[in-house]
């Protein structure tokens, strides 16, 4: 024991006379330097103040690119999903359709509870229950009074209530008081109002073999993907739903990986409102999802403060409304990020502004129906009113 301590504080003298011979070597190289002719002393005073000033300017403002143009170095990829194909024509009969995926069809369509967390999207949310109104036995809405950053927010859906008279008579709609911790981590608040979710829709009389669909607002199944749901059996006991991926508009469609709203076979006691992945199994083009698509430049800056990702907002000027309105005329990226992709291969290819659409079909039809009203959320009205 002894020995081997004697063995240990002799490495580290060894290590100390090493450490002595580095210094006094470099104190002579800093006396040459000092001595050297001007020219190199100039060089010193530019590395000095010039080169790492700028160098840690330059990791401060965009070192989030960095660290994201390398994520094929420090992250792999999330495991594939397992895609469904879906086969769908309005003039093929609900038989073959669920032959088509191998299902078998039921006599009885299952019911269906669409349940959503409000935050304040009045537009997207009319658009979603108009798309799926014929096939909702009970829609399920709950809406807090604080952002999940915590910040205080009115019960906007309680406010607008009168747009929806359509739902009334089936509408289950609950409110949960924000707990308004300061600088809590977000996903917490937001965890406690899925939970308040879960307790809203037991309340709505949901039972075993209902369907349950579980997304954000702004993740819009089509209406015949839970038509064929309803109406098949053998479906799987959870489905991801691959939606399109819009933002700003449906003018800007930036991908189809859209994957996290999904439907279940509700099993009381089991099913769990989430919206994360929970299962490998997807339905291949199921619907639309369109992040940040507000009418007033106002909802913006309320999004992006709100937003469970709210340490994007790295710089004050990123609220300005003009610059927004610049940023959803390009299809470019609010936070001036980098994509979030897994192979050096997919972020290239998705460098710059989103590429403009000008295909407006196969979306919503309430959105077609009441263009007067949704303009700016059709190609080519990226110009967004003031209020
Ligand atoms: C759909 O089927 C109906 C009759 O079942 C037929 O009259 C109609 O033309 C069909 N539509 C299309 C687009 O094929
Ligand atoms: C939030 O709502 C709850 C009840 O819904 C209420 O008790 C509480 O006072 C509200 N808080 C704020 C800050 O508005
Ligand atoms: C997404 O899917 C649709 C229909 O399947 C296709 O028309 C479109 O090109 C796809 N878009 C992208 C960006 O992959």
Excluded at 23 to 34: Q, W, Y
Excluded at 53 to 67: E, S
Excluded at 241 to 254: A, G, M, P, Q
Excluded at 355 to 368: E, F, G, I, R
Aim: net charge negative; glycine share 6%.
């Amino acid at each position: 024991m002894l020995e081997a301590l004697d063995y240990d504080s002799k490495k580290s003298d060894d290590a100390s006379d090493e450490y002595c011979t580095q210094v006094s070597r470099a104190i002579r190289t800093m006396s040459k330097l000092r001595c050297a002719p001007r020219d190199s002393n100039f060089g010193a005073v530019v590395l000095l103040f010039l080169v790492v000033p700028t160098f840690v300017v330059g990791i401060y403002l965009h070192g989030q690119k960095i660290t994201y143009f390398l994520r094929p170095l420090w992250e792999s990829p999330p495991r594939p999903f397992k895609d469904i194909p879906h086969y769908y024509d309005e003039n093929v009969s609900m038989e073959n359709l669920c032959k088509l995926h191998g299902w078998g069809v039921r006599d009885v369509p299952r019911r269906v509870f669409d349940a959503v967390l409000f935050s304040n999207e009045l537009d997207i949310l009319a658009i979603r229950w108009h798309e799926l109104y014929p096939y909702v036995s009970e829609f399920v809405l709950l809406e807090s009074n604080s952002t999940f950053t915590g910040l205080q927010k009115p019960f906007f859906f309680a406010e607008n209530r009168g747009q929806f008279e359509f739902v009334e008579p089936r509408l289950n709609y609950g409110t949960v008081g924000g707990r308004f911790v300061k600088g809590e981590n977000p996903f917490v608040e937001e965890s406690y109002q899925r939970v308040a979710l879960d307790h809203l829709i037991r309340a709505s009389g949901i039972g075993d073999d209902d369907l349950l669909i579980m997304s954000d607002v702004d993740e819009i199944p089509s209406g015949h993907t839970i038509n064929l749901l309803r109406w098949c059996d053998d479906i799987p006991e959870k489905l991801h739903l691959r939606l399109r991926n819009y933002l700003y508009s449906f003018e800007f469609l930036l991908d189809n990986k859209s994957w996290r709203a999904s439907v279940h076979r509700y099993r009381a006691g089991k099913t769990r409102y989430a919206h994360y992945r929970q299962t490998d199994d997807i339905l291949s083009d199921s619907g639309w999802h369109c992040s940040f698509c507000f009418r007033y430049i106002s909802e913006f800056v309320f999004k992006m403060k709100a937003y469970s990702h709210v340490d994007r907002v790295r710089f004050a000027y990123y609220l300005n409304p003009s610059r927004i309105q610049d940023v959803i005329c390009r299809g470019a990226d609010l936070y001036d990020m980098l994509p979030e992709e897994y192979t050096f291969k997919e972020i290239v290819g998705k460098l710059g502004p989103i590429p403009h659409t000008y295909s407006a079909v196969h979306l919503p039809a309430y959105l077609l129906q009441n263009f007067d009203k949704y303009k700016y959320l059709l190609p080519g009205n990226c110009k967004r009113e003031h209020g």
